[in-house]
């Protein structure tokens, strides 16, 4: 990877730019698409599925059946059954906590607030087929469904991996389709004779499903967030283990050609160390060619001091942010964009990714500087709820009605004067 000594800092955002891609060029693709699907519903998504899949649908059917489902734990080794049954576990344990009780909050004497949380009724997940069945992400998006409340979850992939289909027997889905592409997000969107309309699309795919997902977000559907490209940043000090390094940087790298991987470190050492095990590391990969296109485009940034480091680390906002620093919690305190953060040298992302607990479903694209990775409030609405007695309205009331006159909104005050007036009766 291509080292880059003290970069001048009006050369940051040229350094830290992500691959811009021809937005308007995808959606000339995608739109018809989406059109397709909302006017013909299943007819197009079985002759979108022979066009780009070569798959026979009216064979198969679009709906994989329970019978399908049920007998994906059979075709499953006991080893990686159980591997996923105490993902499952970590994953629900982490995101069960994030419940929160209902408060009850008086403002000011008989004027009470309150908010309650409400799984969202119908939600679609979409899991792409590509190069690796990512069953994984099932449970990612499955687990805080489930602990929501969401009556129906739509799952929609491409791939028939068995270990998919047991992830979504796991975790509760209600119905299971094989589809893919950005018909799968128009169909879900939009809803078709077989596969049910929902109301917000959570899920990973390449660049024309996230143009499906951002088209249909502006037309009513919610989307999980924008996505891009899946990426890492490693801040990486002297007690850093090269090695270490070398291999979270290529854990990303072998998703893709298009991954972003940078290294960030003010020790000329440790660069140096991190690239010699690199290629190493590298031609023992399965998907060394993917990771070897990944890493050419790579950086690897020195910078003078540590300030410097975190300041182009919160410019970048990484997706995944590994800190393999010395006090690596204090350091992390310092960052205030990331989608999710990996401390000291036994964290590697690759737990993120499965098993650890935290959610792997990020911001990428720079979107964590506003955006929030997924977790259990994604899944839910919050509805405020309040309750007036006859003491609150006479408190709060004359504040409410000084606003309404002033904004010359007076039905809004006569809705409380009229009240006030029956109480002086």
Known sequence: MQIIPFPDRAEWPRLLARPMQSSAQIESIVAPILAQVRTQGDAALIELAQRFDKIDLSVEGLQVHQAELDAAEAQLSDELKAAIRQAYSNIRTFHEAQKQPVEKIETMPGVTCWRRSVGIDKVGIYIPGGTAPLFSTVLMLGVPAQLAG???????SPSNHPAIYFAATLVGVTKVFRIGGAQ???AMAYGTETIPQVYKIFGPGNQYVTSAKMLVAKEGTAIDMPAGPSEVAVYA?????PAFVAADLLSQAEHGADSQVLLVSTSKKLLSSVNLVLSTQMDKLPRRDLAAKAIDNSKAILLDTHDDAIELLNQYAAEHLILSVADAETVAEQITN???????????????????????????????RAYS????????????VQHITPEGIKNVGPVVE??????SLDAHKRAVSIRLASLAE
Do not use: Q, W
């Open 150 to 156: 969401c009556r129906e979850v739509v799952l929609c």
């Open 184 to 186: 799968a997000v128009a």
């Open 237 to 241: 000090d002297d007690t850093a283990v």
């Open 338 to 368: 990331a989608g999710s953060i990996f401390l000291g040298n036994y964290t590697p992302e690759s737990a993120g990714d499965y098993a650890s607990g935290t959610n792997h479903t990020l911001p990428t694209n720079g979107f964590a």
């Open 373 to 384: 990775g997924v977790s259990l409030d994604s899944f839910v609405k919050k509805i405020t």
């Open 402 to 407: 000084a606003m309404a006159e002033a904004e």
